[in-house]
């Protein structure tokens, strides 16, 4: 199973999700998968032409990831999926900056956050990406389990107390 089923079981599992990809290389997974969001956003440092945008709500955002973030006004996503630069802080930086912008209830997805072995974690592999779940599992307000999937793993992280029944119960008076 490619991990780009596991995005599709969770972008299914919301009502109308709103997707952030930061990464996305050859296209594969947004061409696979931002169908399933009902608005998008693909951002990458090239963007190729192969890329699907399936309504006028999904976009493409050329550009590096602090670029993309230092445009933002007034957009949050339910599911951000995290594949872009493997270096540990630049994927730092991108975990951060994507929580400032996930709803309640919405989860990051980090992809190379495993790598199964030593030269999986080369640069134009996983890099050291992986380092970041040492952070999160670090942070008490965010919970994370990093799945052993295929050679480079991959993680899901969201905010404590904001599970479905949580949310539905703070709602209740």
Not at 92 to 99: A, I, R, T, V
Request: charged share 25%.
């Amino acid at each position: 199973m490619h991990h780009r089923e596991i995005i599709k079981v969770i972008l299914k599992s919301y009502k109308n999700p709103v997707y952030l990809e930061l990464g996305l290389f050859n296209g594969d997974t947004w061409n696979e998968v931002s169908h399933l969001a009902s608005s998008a956003i693909g951002v990458d440092i090239v963007v190729r032409s192969n890329l699907i945008k399936a309504s006028e709500e999904h976009k493409l955002f050329t550009g590096t990831t602090d670029q993309f973030f230092a445009t933002l006004k007034d957009f949050t996503a339910d599911i951000i999926f995290i594949d872009a630069d493997h270096n540990y802080k630049s994927v730092k930086k991108d975990f951060e900056n994507s929580l400032k912008i996930l709803n309640e209830g919405g989860c990051i997805l980090l992809h190379d956050t495993d790598p199964s072995v030593a030269e999986q974690e080369a640069q134009n592999r996983c890099g050291d990406s992986y380092r970041i779940v040492d952070d999160i599992e670090k942070n008490p307000q965010i919970n994370i389990v990093t799945i052993p999937h295929g050679t480079d793993g991959f993680s899901i992280a969201k905010r404590v107390g904001e599970t479905r029944t949580q949310i539905r119960k703070r709602g209740i008076k």
